[in-house]
């Protein structure tokens, strides 16, 4: 069945550190790859979107690629600001089957 | 700011009590999904819904979770009886999913509910 990995559970950081979070997928049809990013006490918010069209996404600050070679997604920033820290969560959608599956997530703590 | 609406909050409870969350999705969102989410952040899916009509539920949901998304009304999740394991942070979700071509999902900010 459908899945997703996410094995860094904590990362910790400077400010202005490069972060790079990488996920693997697994499935037998076209997904779509989703960064989300949880703050302490909400919910999860829609971070970047890459689909198999567009490869890549940006937004904030943050840049979303895909590789279908390696089944692998990564989400990175160039320089990161103690406000990023928070619980990044990579997601897989797959049409066909309605529904969405999570990695474990990653803590990212960045130290002012 | 979270256009999915959970309520309430927080939500005590001792075991063997009902326990009972409202969610009120995104305008225009016709999917909705709950999910239960852990101390270690791990999520597990529990049912969603296209309008009113169930699409998926996991085992879990069948026995002592029931859920509904009534018309006009507020989407509910209940614990019939509730057990210590159920303390979690329950999400719920909207999508335009399978309908729009938009496969996002829109989180609310949870009900966060401890079972003493």
């Known amino acids: 069945g459908d899945s997703v990995t996410q094995k860094q559970g904590q990362v910790t950081l400077s400010e202005d550190d490069f972060l790079f979070i990488n996920c693997t997928y697994s499935t037998t049809t076209y997904p779509t790859l989703l960064w989300y990013v949880q703050y302490p006490g909400q919910g999860p918010q829609l971070l970047l979107k890459?689909?198999?069209?567009?490869n890549k996404g940006i937004s904030r600050g943050f840049e979303a690629t895909y590789d279908k070679g390696t089944t692998s997604f990564h989400l990175q920033k160039a320089s990161v600001q103690e406000s990023d820290s928070a619980v990044y969560f990579c997601a897989l959608s797959n049409t066909g089957y309605q529904n969405f599956y999570f990695g474990k997530g990653t803590s990212l703590t960045v130290i002012p | 700011n979270s256009k999915v609406i959970q309520t309430p909050r927080y939500l005590v409870k001792g075991q063997g009590q009902k326990a009972k969350m409202r969610c009120i999705p995104e305008k225009g969102h016709p999917v909705v999904f709950w999910y239960q989410q852990n101390k270690n952040n791990e999520f597990k899916f529990l049912i969603n819904f296209q309008n009113q009509e169930v699409l998926q539920q996991i085992d879990m949901t069948e026995k002592r979770f029931s859920a509904e998304c009534p018309s006009n009304s507020p989407c509910s999740l209940e614990i019939q009886s509730s057990e210590a394991g159920d303390s979690a942070l329950y999400l719920c979700?909207?999508?335009?999913?399978?309908?729009?071509?938009?496969?996002?999902?829109?989180f609310g900010h949870g009900t966060k509910l401890s079972v003493l």
């Open positions: 979700a909207s999508s335009l999913f399978r309908t729009g071509g938009d496969e996002r999902l829109f």
């Open positions: 890459v689909t198999t069209a567009n």
